[in-house]
């Protein structure tokens, strides 16, 4: 009979997943909705505080797309407070923090908490199947 029993956490996920996490916060801050989408499953879904959930790698590459026509990622970043490893699926607790500029305004800085449920998929890559984010009271101004 089969094994049937999903593989155990290999030591070097948390490092996977970090890349794929700084890779997310490149492609946002270069400007490219393609490279970001690509970070997530098939069936990912990015979930915003007062958003409609964009659900699926083409939905969430075109909302992206269109974001980038109204503002500019000037800086990103996620950080991991938290781990759970569960054979091929994990989910990731942190925060994040990103400054966005608009034509003629002053850079908006903005901060929130993120859950991050990851899937690996095969040829064994992490992906996000969902990332929620919910928003922080702005941070005083510097």
Not at 5 to 28: C, F, M, N, Q
Not at 102 to 130: F, L, M, N, Q, S
């Amino acid at each position: 009979m089969p094994n049937t029993t999903p593989p155990g956490p290999h030591p070097s996920d948390p490092d996977a997943i970090a890349e794929v996490t700084a890779a997310v916060d490149r492609g946002l801050m270069a400007g490219d909705p393609e490279a970001v989408a690509a970070l997530f499953s098939e069936d990912g879904v990015l979930s915003e505080s007062g958003l409609a959930d964009v659900v699926g790698r083409a939905a969430i590459r075109d909302f992206l797309a269109q974001a980038n026509t109204v503002r500019t990622v000037t800086f990103h970043r996620l950080v991991r407070e938290e781990l759970d490893l569960m054979g091929d699926r994990a989910i990731e607790r942190g925060w994040c923090e990103e400054t966005k500029a608009k034509p003629g305004e002053p850079p908006i800085r903005e901060r929130g908490r993120t859950v991050t449920y990851w899937r690996r998929v095969p040829p064994g890559v992490w992906r996000i199947a969902r990332i929620i984010a919910s928003d922080l009271p702005a941070p005083a101004p510097s």
